[in-house]
């Protein structure tokens, strides 16, 4: 489901496909797998192909901003789409990880 | 509320004068994860023959999505049951409810709380039914602790000029 | 036949057994021609995440087209009326079983042969039961007059290694 | 959902979308409307944009057929995928309406 790009200290994950309560477990694991290496300060995540989220996708979020909060690093995402544009901006995700436009 | 689903079900289809303005459907599928992106395509097969736009489309998944895995995390947690989705379309208004017969929520005001979550070490985020309520135009929630819940949710549509 | 479709959909539902290798659906519409399509659709969204065939699914189709189109046209003769559509999967074994409450077959035997309509002004071929025993594995129907018919089908799928 | 071409006697008139029972009483009046025309003889049915076909397609084609075999005509179909070809072959539709390959 995911696909990942290392650029210096930030790891670029493209994820495809839907973003739900089913789908949330794997994402989280394969997420915090890539994580391990500590020396990733800036996760990007590309959410191009990703077809669907709902509010199961603030949770994996969040636990990802909270993980790296914890080593100095941060989170972003780019290619977001209005629908998850929305839902940023109604949860305070807005706030805590970054916009590449 | 009422636990009565099937006598509840019937009514509901029955509902349907035969005019060819109203549509309905119910649907009855066991809580599993993997049946949550099953409802959801299966509410965009009923909505997709009026005509809907994409962000309607969008919009009505999303809140679907919500209310079915709050029935089957919440609701059932985890044990089988099943999830009852109905939705109806007459006019411009699009109605769609789902029900589960599983625990109840003994506070639904405290629960519909942006943030509010019971599960916070699984990394809910509370916010399932605020998004409901940003994507309808109405939601609202009936439930009895160790009867049931059912989320009805309402969303006028831009073009009612579908079949 | 049983006439009791409530008490059957909850006993189909509540056969599942949690162990993730089975999952059903049981879905409720009004007998209008519209919801053919819709029928369709939502039985190849449950038969998608077994990884069928494109061969499979088209044949699926076909044959649960046949049998929603006859509840509509046959069982109900145009008047108002609800079609359940139930789908189960286990393993390899596909199971879907298209019931209505209309005026029933008096004799199965003579309505289940090619070419055998009772509508031919209407352009009805008398082809439907014999697509359905083409493209499924098994087709079965139970039926009694005034109180409905159940026409039960099953296929075999090449590849059980979806979800 | 019809899209027609005349060459000389023949009509060639390609089917759009699915052709079930709730589709066919359209398509049928579409197909008997441009029948009206005597000096049409062969009628040819483009199936490549049919996307579905059930027996209420093998009822269509029968009437059709009949229809012109009155006026000495005939009808035959083209484009047709393997599906269709089964519909045909167990109705008998295959002696009686042309495949054009
Ligand atoms: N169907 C339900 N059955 C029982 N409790 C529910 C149900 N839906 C929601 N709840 C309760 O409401 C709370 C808030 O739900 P929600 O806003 O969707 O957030 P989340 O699902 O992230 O917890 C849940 O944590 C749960 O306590
Ligand atoms: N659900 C039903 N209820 C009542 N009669 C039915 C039903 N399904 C089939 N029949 C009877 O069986 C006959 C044959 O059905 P079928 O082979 O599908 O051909 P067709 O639909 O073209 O008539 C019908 O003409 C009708 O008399």
């Known amino acids: 489901m995911l696909d990942n790009v290392r650029q210096k200290d930030t790891l670029i994950v493209s994820i495809s496909g839907e973003l739900d309560h089913y789908a949330a477990p794997k994402i989280r694991a394969e997420l915090d797998e890539v994580l391990q290496d500590k020396s990733i300060r800036k996760l990007c995540l590309d959410l191009k192909a990703m077809s669907f989220m709902d509010s199961s996708g603030i949770g994996v979020l969040m636990g990802r901003y909270k993980l790296l909060n914890r080593r100095g690093g941060e989170i972003y995402v780019k290619n977001m789409n209005s629908h998850v544009r929305r839902i940023f901006d109604m949860s305070g995700l807005r706030q805590i990880v970054g916009v590449q436009e | ?163």
Chains 1, 4 share one sequence.
């Open chain 2, 1 to 163: 509320m009422e636990n009565n689903a099937e006598s509840t079900e019937k009514k509901e289809s029955r509902s349907d004068n035969g005019s060819g303005a109203l549509n309905d459907m119910t649907l009855l599928f066991p809580a599993k994860a993997e049946n949550e992106s099953f409802a959801r395509v299966v509410v965009s097969a009923f909505l997709v023959r009026r005509n809907p736009t994409l962000e309607e489309v969008g919009d009505v998944k999303t809140a679907v999505s919500e209310a079915v895995t709050n029935a089957i995390v919440h609701g059932y947690r985890g044990a089988s049951g099943d999830v009852t989705l109905y939705a109806c379309v007459a006019d411009d208004l699009f109605i769609v409810e789902v029900r589960d017969n599983g625990v109840g929520i003994a506070d639904v005001e405290k629960a519909m709380k942006p943030f509010y979550t019971d599960k916070p070490d699984e990394e809910r985020s509370g916010m399932g039914f605020t998004v409901m309520q940003t994507f309808m135009d109405e939601v609202s929630v009936e439930s009895e602790v160790g009867v049931g819940t059912r989320v009805t949710m309402k969303k006028r549509l831009k073009y009612a000029n579908g079949i």
